[in-house]
């Protein structure tokens, strides 16, 4: 594909005015998004809102007021309806570790009750490292076995054995996206329950938890929801289970009525249940505000346009590193139906500098490192999230030429680009 052409496709994109909504920095391709999305314009005036006049001037009545007490399921409803949820089924709370910590707590009681014999939770091996230790955490508290496999072994996995089956939807090194409805089936015919991490999903792949048969989902709000650094996370649990979700941090904002303070827990109806302390409001704002960035396509065709052009945008970007880059090695799907937002290329050794050097040109996007403990995730990653709100077909093409250039001249060598920092 030529740049002409690429600009064509942004002439030619119905999605391309949802851009403007985002405060980019100029000489930026942002290829990050999936990691930390990028700050809408509406942010700021809004959290200077809640800051000055909210907090400033209304002070403590603005908990009724101006909602701030409702603000979890207000914008828990709003992202339900990205991912297949219904209303009041989903609420904004702490963070996607400590939901996980609850949901996977929730299906090991039921779990528990329903298959005691059973004692295993699987997972994948290349699965985001906080979502293994959560559960290897639990596991040993509660008497359970962690089993990790590869994904090509899963479906041998759920077996008598298996307890809870829990997944991250799109794999955050590779890209690689489950089948949920497949899966989700599958641990139900044998007889186990689905927790789903849907941090590279929200807002990026089209997610149907209910035609899917999912039972928990929990997900992020700072990646393609746009909510800013440390935005709280959400969590749902299908209604079916709903007089049974018990989850352990039984705070009181989780209580069925937190202002008659008494003494004895009793749980609130639904998810409002887990909810553990006092909503973060500033952070809530900001998330609402991210999250109305991806409501904005639904008058344009919602997820199922935003997905077709983040398809086509991995594509794009995919295609001309393999005709440009011979280099690096392809490590996300190029089947569409199992690529999620983002594109993972491996280089056998000077991954990190590449990174390192596209970002000295304003093209952001990340290193992963291998896990050298197994062989199958081995390979240092360089990562390219493909965020379709904001993102033009030229931005594609123009960050495969970068990295042509930045191999081509060997300016990776340079030292600064060879120094490792904290967070990569
Ligand atoms: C980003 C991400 C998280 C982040 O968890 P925090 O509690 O917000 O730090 C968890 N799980 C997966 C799969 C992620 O991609």
């Known amino acids: 594909m030529t740049r002409d052409e690429a ?14 909504q ?10 990050d998004g999936n990691s930390l999305g990028v700050l809408p314009k509406a942010t700021a005036a809004r959290v200077q809102q809640v800051v000055q006049q909210e907090w400033g001037v209304d ?11 409702d603000l979890p399921q207000r914008v828990g409803d709003k992202i339900a309806r990205l991912v297949g949820a219904g209303a009041g089924e989903l609420v904004v709370a702490d963070s996607t570790s400590v939901n996980l910590f609850k ?9 528990q009750a329903d298959t005691p014999k059973r004692r295993r939770i699987v997972s994948e091996r290349s699965n985001f490292p906080t979502d293994l230790y959560i559960a290897e955490s639990l596991a040993r508290e509660r008497g359970y076995e962690l089993v990790l496999v590869e994904a090509d072994e899963l479906p041998a996995a759920l077996d008598e054995h298996c307890a809870v089956l829990m997944l991250t939807h799109v794999n955050y090194r590779s890209g690689r996206m489950h089948d949920m409805a497949g899966l989700s089936r599958a641990a139900a015919d044998a007889g186990a329950l689905t927790v789903w991490d849907l941090a590279h999903s929200a807002g990026a792949v089209p997610v149907d938890l209910h035609t899917d048969g999912a039972d928990f989902a929990i997900g992020c709000g700072y990646k393609y929801l746009n909510g800013g650094p440390g935005a709280p996370a959400f969590v749902w649990a299908h209604p079916r289970h709903a007089e049974r979700f018990w989850q352990p941090l039984a705070g009181w904002m989780g209580h069925a009525a937190p202002f008659e303070f008494t003494p004895g827990y009793r749980p609130a109806a639904g998810i409002s249940r887990y909810l553990c302390g006092t909503p973060a409001v500033l952070s809530l704002a900001a998330l609402e505000c991210g999250v109305d960035t991806v409501l904005a396509a639904e ?10 052009k983040s398809l086509a945008l991995t594509r794009l970007f995919a295609e001309q590193v393999q005709a440009t880059c011979p280099g690096l090695t392809l490590v996300s799907p190029r089947d569409d139906a199992q690529r999620g937002s983002q594109v ?81």
């Open 7 to 20: 600009l064509a496709l942004d002439a030619a994109d119905p999605l391309a005015p949802l851009r403007e």
């Open 22 to 31: 985002f405060s980019l920095p100029p000489g930026v391709i942002y290829l």
């Open 59 to 69: 002070l403590i009545r603005s908990w009724n007021s101006a909602g701030w007490m």
């Open 103 to 111: 949901v996977l707590s929730a299906a090991l009681s039921m779990a």
């Open 299 to 308: 008058s344009l065709g919602g997820m199922t346009a935003l997905r077709r």
């Open 344 to 424: 993972c290329l491996s280089h056998a050794e000077i991954a990190y500098p590449v990174v390192q050097a596209l970002i000295a040109r304003g093209v952001i996007g990340d290193f992963r490192a291998g896990d050298t403990s197994h062989p199958a995730g081995a390979v240092d990653i360089l990562r390219f999230g493909f965020t379709p709100l904001y993102l033009r077909f030229v931005d594609a093409w123009d960050a495969a030429e970068h990295l042509r250039q930045v191999l081509d001249s060997g300016e990776w060598q340079r030292p600064e680009f060879n120094r490792r920092h904290a967070v990569t």
